[in-house]
């Protein structure tokens, strides 16, 4: 068996404070510190999880401590890391700070987990042709210290990434013999409403990535391209290239996706045979309009610029206007689907089109976690991953993805009732093309897809 598992949680945001509610009901782990920037917030994110224990009969759960760090100094990852005999960093903040606290556990003799991977970097002449550094790149680049040190640096094991990712090995394993392609398509028909009940503009978590992933340069792999080459099958379209209208269960519906940069495009072809990867978010007419508003006014730049003296990110500043990702779930209505739709040829010879999803109602999440269902559906994933590494049902060294390791046990135990498992069940469709993707002009539903994962809220 494994050393007993010690986790350093290094972000409070919703997605951490919702991974924290959910690990506080298993018992894989002695202990879960919880650190982020601002203490205050990581200390409520204790106390939110301690009282979820206590609510439950227990006489107080001493597992769950708070510590400060900041997350972009690599060297303080690295001590806090050592501080608290951490056996694995567990990253829930917003990629910005990925390669600190990547660089930090290794440093430390931790194993990592996050939810995104390091920042891309657009081609200099041919943005929309050709890829530049693209996202993971510079931790892939560090996979032989990984190896040699033998720790493992899991990456993108959210929901998307991460639950997708899962999906895509299950499918190449259980489901298909050839796979023409593994499409992540994402959508909801979430609304958030004011006091008087009319919706209003509230993503479910950071604009800041929201902007950054929706705006970059949005990238697709094929085999045809690579010619046996991975690095040569990807290349790059404009933001919301070749729209489609995807129906997602559950009552969800239609709704119109487009291609955005992600990271199931850059993990998938590496561990598994596909023709096509592609991304493609349910984003909604309103979310579109504003992200190419921003643009066009420049708001979505990072370069600071001087206002009255003070230099300020446009970016940063769009971000702080909006409300906290974490304060909207009482105003949250409806469902968010996470799914990866599978084409190709099945074990049975015959051709076969299959949408493997996970849905979350926000009343529910709401209701059983106080967590909105955008950030608890990611989180759960990651601590899914922690128990299948604390018991040494996963394990591995270098930098890997979800892709490489086993897809039953993880299914298995997201859907298993509590308390043997999380109680989470995924679903799976099969279905013939013209139930999946519908004519442009049918009536999609125009609430806007939350994007997932590479968010997470700081």
């Not at 992933?213 to 990238?219: G, H, S």
């Amino acid at each position: 068996m494994p050393e007993p598992m010690r986790v350093l949680m290094v972000g409070a945001g919703g997605v951490g404070d919702a991974a924290a509610r959910i690990a506080v009901e298993r018992d894989f782990f002695e202990a879960w510190v919880v650190a982020d920037y601002d203490l205050a917030r990581a200390e409520r994110t204790v106390a939110a999880a301690r009282g979820r224990q206590d609510s439950r009969g227990s006489s107080g759960e001493e597992r769950f401590t708070a510590a400060q760090v900041d997350a972009s100094d690599a060297e303080a990852v690295t001590a806090l890391a050592r501080q608290v005999r951490a056996t694995h960093v567990f990253n829930a903040v917003d990629p910005r700070f990925v390669m600190p606290i990547f660089t930090g556990a290794l440093a430390a003799d931790a194993d990592y987990l996050d939810m995104a991977m390091s920042l891309s970097v657009r081609h200099p002449d041919a943005p929309y042709e050709e890829v530049g550094v693209k996202l993971g790149d510079e931790q892939f680049a560090r996979a032989g210290e990984w190896e040699a040190a033998g720790r493992l640096a899991l990456l993108g094991i959210g929901v998307e990434p991460g639950l997708s990712d899962v999906f895509a090995r299950y499918a190449a394993d259980e489901l298909f013999d050839h796979i023409d392609e593994l499409g992540t398509r994402d959508g909801a028909n979430l609304v958030i409403r004011d006091d008087d009940g009319n919706e209003v503009f509230a993503p479910g978590f950071s604009m800041w990535t929201i902007i950054e992933e929706c705006l970059n340069p949005p990238v697709v792999w094929e085999r045809e391209r690579a010619g046996g080459d991975l690095e040569k099958g990807f290349f790059t379209l404009p933001p919301f290239s070749e729209p489609e209208v995807f129906d997602f269960p559950e009552g969800i519906g239609p709704v119109e996706c487009v291609h955005v940069e992600h990271e199931e495009v850059l993990l998938m072809p590496r561990w598994v045979e596909a023709d096509r990867v592609t991304f493609k978010y349910g984003l909604g007419e309103e979310m579109i309009a504003i992200l190419r508003t921003l643009h066009t006014l420049g708001l979505d730049s990072t370069e600071p610029v001087s206002v009255k003296g003070v230099e300020v990110s446009p970016r940063d500043v769009v971000a702080a206007c909006l409300p906290d990702p974490t304060t909207i779930g009482p105003r949250m209505e409806g469902k968010t689907c996470a799914g990866l739709f599978v084409t190709g040829t099945g074990k049975d010879g015959a051709p076969r089109s299959t949408y493997l999803y996970h849905v979350v109602d926000n009343a529910d999440s709401m209701r059983d976690y106080g967590a909105q269902c955008v950030v608890w559906q990611t989180a759960i994933n990651p601590v899914v991953a922690l128990e299948l590494l604390a018991d040494g049902t996963w394990s591995g060294s270098g930098v890997l993805g979800p892709e490489a390791l086993p897809p039953k046990p993880f299914l298995d135990l997201l859907a298993a009732p509590k308390p043997d498992g999380y109680g989470s069940p995924w679903g799976l469709q099969d279905r013939t093309p013209h139930d999946v993707l519908l004519p442009r002009s049918a009536p999609p539903n125009n609430a806007a897809g939350t994007p997932k994962d590479r968010t997470k809220d700081h």
